[in-house]
């Protein structure tokens, strides 16, 4: 072997472990990227949760984008062999980017008939004495149209958050 061959050889494997190493890098690089990419769509999102606190409910967007489309599912305070007493939440179609919005023209539905209601005394049925909380779903979309859905307990001046999650 020729020391024209040994250096050939040698190159070659240089050129063979620079390749190695770019393969590599555009990897690592393309992992950094999706990483990245997943960290912003989460940090610009809505979060959307409900509270309670001097008889009205209001909806409070923790995100850093607004929430569109938000519905909250029908929420059950009594269930029992002879009645069913559900408040009725309408759909809101913008909550902004950390702000607090009162909702309005929440119904009662009783027995499966609805009715208008004005104000919502929790303490009627939660008492100071013995508070409880109830179950609640908030649907949402985010600008690009994804949905969410939060899940958590509502009480007096509370809401814990037990679900966050995107749906689509």
Do not use: H
Request: charged residues 25%; contains cysteine; proline residues 3%.
């Amino acid at each position: 072997m020729t020391c024209e061959n040994i250096i050939q050889l040698l190159v070659a494997i240089v050129l063979f472990l620079t390749f190695l190493a770019v393969v590599w890098y555009a990897f690592e690089t393309r992992k950094l990227w999706k990483e990245t990419v997943k960290q912003t769509r989460l940090s610009m999102r809505p979060i959307v949760v409900i509270t309670y606190g001097d008889n009205r409910f209001s909806y409070i967007n923790y995100g850093n984008t607004p929430a569109f489309n938000i519905k909250i599912d029908d929420v059950t305070l009594i269930n029992t062999e002879n009645l069913r007493f559900e408040y009725v939440f309408p759909e809101e179609y913008c909550v902004p980017q950390s702000a607090k919005i009162s909702i309005e023209n929440i119904k009662k539905k009783i027995n499966d008939e609805i009715s208008d209601t004005d104000t919502f005394d929790l303490g009627a049925l939660i008492p100071f004495s013995a508070q409880r909380s109830f179950n609640v779903k908030i649907r949402y979309k985010n600008a690009e149209n994804e949905k969410y859905i939060t899940e958590g307990k509502v009480g007096e001046g509370t809401f814990d958050i037990t679900r966050i999650e995107k749906v689509s």
